[in-house]
């Protein structure tokens, strides 16, 4: 079958102590096959770790790199044994476009905690566990993508859908464990930083009911905060704000990207509540005090994006709350400008490029 000729812009090759800057580049598609929809790529978020994967932060990148996993876009083909979509369908694209559908993760739904031998494949830079064959995936920052039909996700029509892209990523990544950790309306909930995940998180907790307050390094985004649903903010610097709030919730999402100490928050939880890391996949600054942990029978966890079935969830939920990630529309030009202004924080909340910026590059 003849391949599909596709714009795109990634990392060629990691440059050594300097980020990896994306440029124009030409891939190619494969033809859907029979379970298989092509999709024209309309807009596609910009998430922290596109930063991290293009920069090699942790050390499986294999280039070039085309990142993008927050697709959003519409049905131009379908192949011979799709059921569920039809051409012209709007329809999203998220972290993971296949899994080996046989283990025990996948057979229950959850495929991102595939056991398979190389996991789930990621919707770009290939398998989640490099197996030494150097398969790769390309992403979203591109004109087309062909995905398994049973990795596509219908985009309900009461989204904006310039803004939906993020809820792929963003939205089911915070999602996923306050739906796991069964958040009940009058639970307290505290979310700490408030960017691209935490914003999405903030409104969700808020949607399911609960007490939600939001944990910041400065009282910058205060006003943001309660603008999204916030009751209250707190200054993890002041010490005598965050001793107050010792033993204070029920469950603690924490959507920090980079490595931090997660010692000053684990104080933050009730007896049987849960702290769940979900922003950052590395080491702590610090060892965990497990003494903190054990006196009160708290709970340290991780949580990984979410399941297919969860990603349709929090899409359709977004829909029925009116709940949308707060983006910053750009053109493909301008994504190196958008990953520095990521590196500086200087992003409310989360960037999504207009991929018609790259179908009109000639």
């Known amino acids: 079958m003849e391949a599909i000729k596709t714009k795109a812009y990634g990392a060629k090759a990691s440059l050594i102590d300097s980020l990896s800057r994306l440029s ?25 770790s596109d930063l991290h994967q293009v920069k090699n932060d942790w050390g499986n990148t294999i280039y070039p ?19 569920t979509f039809n051409e012209g369908d709007l329809v999203g ?18 495929e991102q905690y595939c056991e398979g031998p190389v996991g789930w494949t990621a919707t770009y830079n290939g ?17 087309t993508i062909v995905v398994k039909e049973s990795f596509v996700l219908r985009i309900p029509e009461a989204l904006d859908i310039k803004a939906a892209a993020p809820i792929l990523c963003a939205g089911v990544t915070t999602y996923s464990p306050l739906k796991h950790w069964n958040t009940q309306p009058g639970d307290k909930v505290a979310v700490v930083g408030l960017g691209g995940l935490g914003h ?57 990207p980079d490595a931090f100490d997660i010692n000053p928050y684990v104080k933050l939880v009730k007896r049987d509540g849960a702290l769940v890391v979900v922003g950052m996949l590395g080491k702590f600054k610090s060892a965990s005090n497990n003494m903190e942990v054990a006196f009160h029978r708290r709970t340290l966890s991780g949580s990984l994006i979410g399941s297919i079935q969860e990603t ?8 029925e709350h009116a709940i ?25 909340f989360r960037f999504v490029i207009d991929m018609q910026t790259l179908k009109d590059e000639n």
């Open 93 to 110: 694209v998220g972290c993971m476009v296949d899994s080996c559908g046989q283990c025990h993760s996948c057979q229950e739904g959850t």
């Open 200 to 256: 999405m998180a903030v409104q969700l907790a808020k949607a399911m009911g609960a007490e939600v307050t939001v944990i910041s390094h400065t009282g910058d985004k205060k006003a943001d905060a309660e603008a999204l649903g916030a009751q209250t903010v707190i200054v993890s610097t002041d010490k005598e704000a965050m001793k107050a709030s010792e033993l204070a919730f029920d469950l603690i999402l924490i959507t920090i």
């Open 127 to 143: 398998y989640m566990k490099p197996d030494g064959s150097g398969y790769n995936t390309f992403g979203g920052y591109s004109t």
């Open 312 to 319: 349709q969830e929090v899409l359709d939920f977004c829909a």
């Open 24 to 48: 124009r580049m030409d891939i190619e598609r494969s033809a859907p096959q029979a379970d298989e929809v092509q999709i024209d790529v309309l807009y596609c978020g910009v998430c922290h």
């Open 65 to 83: 790199c085309v990142p993008g996993h927050e697709i959003v876009g519409r049905v131009v083909q379908v192949g011979s044994a799709v059921r």
């Open 324 to 348: 949308a990630p707060d983006i910053e529309l750009i053109p493909i030009q301008d994504v190196n400008k958008a990953y520095d202004r990521m590196l500086d924080n200087d992003v409310r």
